[in-house]
C-alpha cells in the first residue's frame, strides 16, 4: 500500500494512509518493546496473510494486547517495524491509520450517552461519508441488531453480550480491511460468550477482513481463528493451526497450555 501526503503534508507532518481495499497482510519485523525494565516484546516478527483470522494467545503479561496496538500505533515500539498492507505505519499518521482499522478493545468502548446508532456510525462520520448513518444500520444488520430495534437505545439498556455485539458493528461500519480485537468476549458470562463466539465466526467467515484476536482462551481461538500465536515472556513460541500445536506442541510451556485448556473439556472434568 503506497502512502500518500495528506494535503497540507498530513498529521504532523506523517503521510495519510491510502483507503485499505480488500484484505490486507499485517507484518512485525523483529518488534521490541519495553515498558520501564519490563520487556513485553522481544524480537517479535509474525504475519498475517490477507483474508485470514490469527489468534494470540497466551497467559497475562506475555506481549499479546502490546504486539496488538502496535499495527494502530496505540503502541510505540522501540526497536523493529510494523506494516500494514505492505506500509511502515511509523511514517503514516496514527489518525488516519485508525479509522482504516477496526479495533474492539476488551469492554467495547461505546460512548454512553450516545446512542447505539450514533455510537456505530462514528468511523464513517469521521471519514466523511455520506452514508454513515445507513453503514451504521447495515453494520448492525450484521451483528443481529436490527437499526430499527436497537439504533435509538442507550449503551446501558443493552445486554453485555449485545454491547459487544454492537462494538463490533462499529468496527465493522467503515469496511475496514483490518480488524483489531481485543479480548473483545472475556468480559461476559459463559452462556453469552459462547453465543457471541459463534456469532462472530460465521460473521468473519462472510467478510473479507484480516483479523488480530487477542484471548487467553485457547479454545475460543480454535473456533475462531485459522490460525494460533502462542506467546510467552515477549517471544512466539510457536504458530499454527490448532490441530498442530496439539499434535506437536514445540515448547512444554506450548504443551503445558493446551493440557490446561482442552481438562475441562474431558467427561471426567465435568460435575
Not at 180 to 194: K, N, V
Request: charged share 25%.
Amino acid at each position: 500500500m503506497p502512502a500518500r501526503r495528506a494535503a497540507g503534508g498530513g498529521v504532523g507532518g506523517l503521510a495519510t494512509p491510502e483507503p485499505l481495499d480488500g484484505p490486507v497482510s499485517l507484518e512485525t519485523r523483529d518488534l521490541r518493546c519495553r515498558y520501564g525494565v519490563v520487556v513485553a516484546l522481544d524480537g517479535v516478527s509474525v504475519r498475517v496473510e490477507p483474508g485470514l483470522c490469527v489468534a494470540v494467545v497466551g497467559e497475562s503479561g506475555s506481549g499479546k494486547t502490546t504486539l496488538l496496538r502496535c499495527f494502530n500505533r496505540m503502541v510505540v515500539p522501540w526497536a523493529g517495524e510494523v506494516r500494514v498492507a505492505g506500509a511502515d505505519v511509523a511514517r503514516l499518521s496514527e489518525v488516519a491509520l485508525r479509522r482504516r482499522i477496526g479495533y474492539v478493545p476488551q469492554q467495547g468502548g461505546l460512548l454512553p450517552h450516545w446512542s447505539v446508532l450514533r455510537n456505530v456510525a462514528l468511523v464513517p462520520t469521521l471519514l466523511g461519508r455520506d452514508d454513515a448513518r445507513a453503514a451504521a444500520a447495515g453494520a448492525l444488520d450484521l451483528v443481529g441488531l436490527g437499526a430499527e430495534e436497537y439504533g435509538d437505545r442507550f449503551p446501558h439498556e443493552l445486554s453485555g453480550g449485545q454491547r459487544q455485539r454492537a462494538a463490533l458493528a462499529r468496527a465493522l461500519a467503515g469496511r475496514p480491511a483490518v480488524l483489531l480485537m481485543d479480548e473483545p468476549f472475556g468480559a461476559l458470562d459463559a452462556i453469552t460468550r459462547s453465543d457471541v463466539q459463534s456469532a462472530f465466526a460465521a460473521l468473519r467467515r462472510s467478510l473479507e477482513v484480516t483479523t488480530l484476536l487477542v484471548t487467553h482462551d485457547l479454545l475460543e481461538a480454535r473456533l475462531v481463528a485459522d490460525e494460533l500465536i502462542v506467546m510467552r515472556a515477549g517471544r512466539v513460541e510457536q504458530r499454527g493451526p490448532f490441530d498442530s500445536l496439539l499434535a506437536t506442541p514445540a515448547t512444554p510451556y506450548v504443551a503445558a497450555l493446551l493440557e490446561r485448556a482442552l481438562a475441562g473439556t474431558r467427561p471426567e472434568a465435568r460435575p
